[in-house]
């Protein structure tokens, strides 16, 4: 059931795949998660008509760790109407963490310490583009990254969702 509902979703989108304009941009997001909120700077650059790259460099701050990574995504991007469009594709991370002393998301206790982790997902959203309609060199999106981690003690699947704003140039 889950396939064919993923399979009706990607082809109503690709529906709505008229051509898109592509900018690159420099930005901030926020974003909060089963794993703790964080502040990213983020980079949009664009391909060609219809995708672009985003590189991240992020914190993360939890109850039992802080975390320092980037996030990289490629993403697919399609007009919903005049500045209005939608963006999706798969996403990777690399993070450093520093452990506190405290139960991890197994109930097992961790001492303070530090671990390297990557995760793998998708990256998903909609964004508006203010120059359209009142000629400022802006974007705002809102997105989600379900992403499945890789680190010791906290490996498991996470949740994001992010608000961004971003300076188009």
Same mark, same amino acid.
Do not use: C
């Given at each position: 059931?889950?396939?064919?509902?993923?399979?009706?979703?990607?082809?109503?989108?690709?529906?709505?795949?008229?051509?898109?304009?592509?900018?690159?941009?420099?930005?901030?997001?926020?974003?909060?998660?089963?794993?703790?909120?964080?502040?990213?700077?983020?980079?949009?650059?664009?391909?060609?008509?219809?995708?672009?790259?985003?590189?991240?460099?992020?914190?993360? $701050?939890?109850?039992? +760790?802080?975390?320092?990574?980037?996030?990289?995504?490629?993403?697919?991007?399609? =007009?919903?109407? #005049? !500045? @209005?469009?939608?963006?999706?594709?798969?996403?990777?991370?690399?993070?450093?963490?520093?452990?506190?002393?405290?139960?991890?998301?197994?109930?097992?206790?961790?001492?303070?310490?530090?671990?390297?982790?990557?995760?793998?997902?998708?990256?998903?959203?909609?964004?508006?583009?203010?120059?359209?309609? $009142?000629?400022?060199? +802006?974007?705002?999106?809102?997105?989600?990254?379900?992403?499945?981690?890789?680190? =010791?003690?906290? #490996? !498991? @699947?996470?949740?994001?969702?992010?608000?961004?704003?971003?300076?188009?140039?």
């Amino acid at each position: 059931m889950k396939k064919i509902i993923l399979s009706l979703i990607v082809i109503m989108a690709m529906g709505f795949t008229a051509k898109s304009q592509i900018y690159n941009t420099v930005g901030l997001r926020a974003s909060v998660s089963n794993y703790g909120v964080g502040p990213e700077l983020s980079y949009q650059h664009g391909l060609g008509d219809v995708t672009r790259v985003e590189v991240g460099l992020g914190l993360g $701050l939890d109850n039992n +760790f802080d975390r320092f990574g980037v996030t990289g995504a490629f993403h697919y991007v399609g =007009e919903i109407q #005049s !500045g @209005f469009s939608w963006y999706a594709g798969p996403a990777v991370q690399g993070w450093l963490y520093s452990f506190n002393k405290g139960f991890n998301n197994k109930n097992k206790f961790v001492n303070n310490g530090g671990a390297v982790g990557g995760a793998v997902g998708a990256h998903f959203g909609a964004e508006y583009d203010f120059d359209k309609d $009142l000629g400022l060199p +802006f974007t705002a999106s809102i997105d989600s990254r379900p992403m499945f981690n890789f680190v =010791e003690y906290y #490996s !498991g @699947f996470e949740f994001a969702i992010g608000v961004s704003i971003r300076y188009v140039f």
